[in-house]
Structure formats: C-alpha cells, structure tokens
C-alpha cells in the first residue's frame, strides 16, 4: 500500500518551454502533497505544499510563478516548471501523506533543460 | 533552528558490520522522526521513524535511538549488507496538525557504502 507515482520518470526539454510533471498517490487519497528538489548527491529541499483544493504555500525562495502547482484532486497534484532554463535541470519528487506525519515518496524525475 | 545536522556524510563498513549514521536537531517542536533510504535515480523509502516518547525502536536490522535531552538521535543498521548500500536521510517534522501539514526537514544525508 501507499504508492506514489510520478510521470514522466525523465523528460529533456528545450529551453524557454514548460514542462508538467505529474504526482499520483495510486492506493490512498493524499490530504497533503509536497514537491521537492534535489541536486546531486544533496539532500532533498522542499518547494512548496499542497492541498487539495486549496492554492500551495511555496518555501521561502521558490518563485510560485515559474513552479505552478495544482492539486485538483486528493489523487493528482502537478508541477508545472515554467519557461524552463538550464539551471531548472533537477531531480523532483512529490510525496504524499495521509494526514499525519509519514509522507509517501514518488520514485522522482528527472529534468534537464537544454 | 530549522536545520538536522547529519553525520558522517560518507560511511564505509565491511559486511556484517554496524553502521552507525547520528543526527543533531535544535528545534524542540520536532516530534517526528524518520529515517529514508535511497538508490540513485530513486525516489527515498521510508525505513523507520520514532516519536520522542520512546528512547528506541527496532524493526528487523534497523534500530532508532532517541536521546531527547541531549536533541539526537542515530541510526543503527545490524549486520550490515552490501545491498544496503545507499543514501541515508534522517528527517525531523513538527506535528502534522494546524498549518504545518508535517513538513519534513532533511539532514545532509550520509551515503553508505558496504563492502563484501
């Protein structure tokens, strides 16, 4: 139980264009999602969290124009990386949580932005 | 005040030894904390968490010790394998309850490595 998972797993795009990643909890229904991203051999950093149905809080330093996040549903939230640029080239995970503390991890994408 | 401070960051065992990760924490507010597990190109897996209630929990090879006084606490992985071989983050959330939806903050993260 509590899968979590993300599509695309890698997606290379042109720089200026978007990219959607999508973030699905397949066996529960998620009260909160997050969005983190990772650097090379970093530790994760967290983005923003969301709520179904509610607009997402963005940590401090995250642009929440360039890091659109929907979470329409308590199964679906997406990240939408806007006008991507190389320094965007990431690795993102979601995790969701059912509420309490144990967040669910999805398995990640990669980006790059060429 | 936000910050887990996690140590060592690279970590070498023969197998069957004890790998020993620890890690540091200021704010008292923390009340959730869970070790993950991680493979390159892998999203983290949970491995174990505890609650400062209680001074130590055990699953299979894997124990958490809690010392709240001193605001540490380490992971121990028993006879250790060369499949365990991975990235290592201890993480610390405040109560999930009110606005603070059990945001997790990450230590640096220790990458092990087990040698056959």
């Known amino acids: 139980g509590a899968v979590v998972s993300q599509h695309p797993s890698r997606v290379i795009c042109k720089s200026g264009t978007s990219v959607k990643i999508e973030c699905r909890s397949l066996?529960?229904?998620?009260?909160?999602m997050f969005w983190y991203r990772q650097f090379p051999k970093k530790s994760l950093m967290l983005m923003a969290t969301s709520n179904e149905g509610s607009k997402a809080t963005y940590e401090q330093g995250v642009e929440k124009d360039k890091f659109l996040i929907n979470h329409a549903s308590l199964t679906l939230s997406t990240l939408t990386v806007t006008s991507a640029h190389p320094e965007d080239s990431s690795f993102y995970i979601c995790?969701?949580?059912?509420?309490?503390?144990?967040?669910?991890f999805g398995p990640g994408t990669r980006l790059t932005v060429t | 005040q936000q910050q887990v401070k996690q140590s060592p960051q690279s970590l070498i065992v023969q197998k069957g030894g004890i790998s020993i990760i620890n890690c540091a924490y200021e704010?008292?507010?923390?009340?959730?904390f869970p070790w993950y597990q991680q493979f390159p190109g892998k999203g983290p897996a949970l491995l174990i968490a505890i609650r400062p209630d209680v001074s130590e929990k055990k699953e299979g090879r894997f124990t958490i010790s809690f010392n709240k006084s001193a605001k540490q606490f380490s992971l121990h992985i028993m006879d250790s394998q060369p499949g365990d071989s991975a990235t290592y983050f201890c993480a610390a959330s405040p109560y999930a309850g009110g606005t603070s939806y059990g945001k997790l903050t990450f230590g640096q993260g220790t990458i092990l490595t087990v040698h056959p």
């Open positions: 704010n008292t507010a923390f009340d959730y």
């Open positions: 066996d529960f229904q998620a009260t909160t």
């Open positions: 995790s969701a949580s059912i509420r309490g503390n144990e967040q669910y």
